[in-house]
């Protein structure tokens, strides 16, 4: 079982944990998300904190008790403050531009790719900058490799969609003889 699986969850004052009929909800100021729990894993919530138990002994008991605690840690500190992914769109002629809830990208295709944000997510477009912010690590992760997935940087020019703190590697090219 995970070490970290083992102790306490502290929740901080501003945050509310429910946990029962099979459900986890994280309560904060602004965002409340909720999540369905395993039938090996049991959580309660107390004075101390939350603490996530195997129901029994099995290897998968003992694996998804630290990954639950992972998750719990994870909506918590999501309903505090929003999780933020920044993309960078490089490349001559690329762009991309925000219509309503939609992302509208310009990639070199022969046609526009559409690609709509999410329920509890926003998304902000600053020029060639894309950021991405929500409570849900989860689904601000997954949004935002789908925004990199429609033009990944390519290694000789490094054009494409890439993470800010992504580094590419780049390939040298043809040689002149």
Do not use: C, W
Not at 118 to 128: D, F, H, I, M
Request: charged share 25%; net charge positive.
């Amino acid at each position: 079982m995970s070490r970290l699986a083992k102790k306490p969850i502290p929740v901080p004052a501003k945050v509310t944990v429910t946990a029962g009929d099979g459900t986890l909800t994280v309560k904060g100021a602004k965002e409340t998300l909720t999540k369905s729990v395993h039938s090996f894993v049991d959580i309660a919530v107390d004075a101390e904190g939350v603490k996530i138990t195997p129901k029994n002994t099995s290897k998968l008991s003992r694996a998804l008790t630290g990954t639950f605690a992972a998750h719990v840690r994870a909506m918590i500190k999501g309903v505090e403050t929003p999780f933020k992914k920044t993309l960078v769109l490089s490349g001559v002629g690329y762009k991309v531009e925000q219509k309503g809830k939609d992302l509208v990208f310009v990639v070199g295709f022969s046609h526009p790719v559409t690609l709509a944000v999410p329920e509890g997510l926003t998304a902000a477009v600053a020029k060639n900058v894309i950021t991405v912010e929500g409570a849900d690590k989860q689904k601000v992760g997954q949004f935002a490799a789908e925004i990199r997935s429609v033009k990944p940087p390519e290694p000789y020019l490094g054009k494409g969609i890439k993470y800010e703190d992504e580094v590419i590697r780049r390939k040298q090219g043809k040689k002149a003889v």
